[in-house]
């Protein structure tokens, strides 16, 4: 019987009954690990499907590191670094030479194409507005 | 005297002379270990600046996860591999939430404010044109 109290309890009431099965959280699950009290991959790892994403946040970070780092993160904005770490580790298994900082350079790619294609537009509209107001002068001038 | 060849060798003879100075590479001037020849790290961490480099590099990733990924890319692309470490180590370093996804998030943010730009001038040039072309016809109708 564990002596720290998981962070997922079953619903069977645990007073003097065998211990209740208790579900590691995703990523102690694929550490093979007891989830104490407190882990701080509980709520972002479920026990479900957790542990084929913690594996390669493990495989890229490593556990340790990635513990360190959220301890180090306010709690209300560790499932958003929780995210960007899932993300970045996926990216880096998917492509090893550039991780997500291909996403990086194709967006940078895209944003320059952009605009050098709105100055062009920017450019036809203000030539097409000169020789308008052009072409109303000189019909004024034939009026005249 | 190590018994590996080091990466880098002083111009000084080794033949029955002392053990020439060994500059290990900036990653294991870090982790404070012999650079043995072939060292995955050492041509991309110098011996003088590179242990702070990969000081965010250790402390992100860790030695052991970036050593066996960098040996598992061909050797012509692992200076890319590098870079992007590096970045995305750093990234993480001065943000702990979002890291180098912040930079795309910032990217996509732009993308879609391109769009909508361009896709505004655009709107703008062609009623322009269509005006034209109504102004010409009407104009055309007028001298009939």
Redesign the interface.
Known sequence: RPSSQPHRRSAVSDAAAPAPAISPCGACKFLRRKCMSGCVFASHFSSDQGAAKFAAVH????A??VSK?LT??PVN?RN??VV??C??AQA?LSD??????S??LA??H??GS??R??SM??T??MN??I??ANALQNGRHQHL
Chains 1, 2 share one sequence.
Do not use: M, W
């Open positions: 495989k890229v970070f490593g340790s590191n780092l180090h993160v904005r958003d670094a960007t770490i993300y970045e880096r090893p030479v550039y991780g997500c900082v996403t990086i967006l940078q895209q944003v952009l605009q294609e709105l537009v920017q036809q509209l097409t507005r020789a308008i």
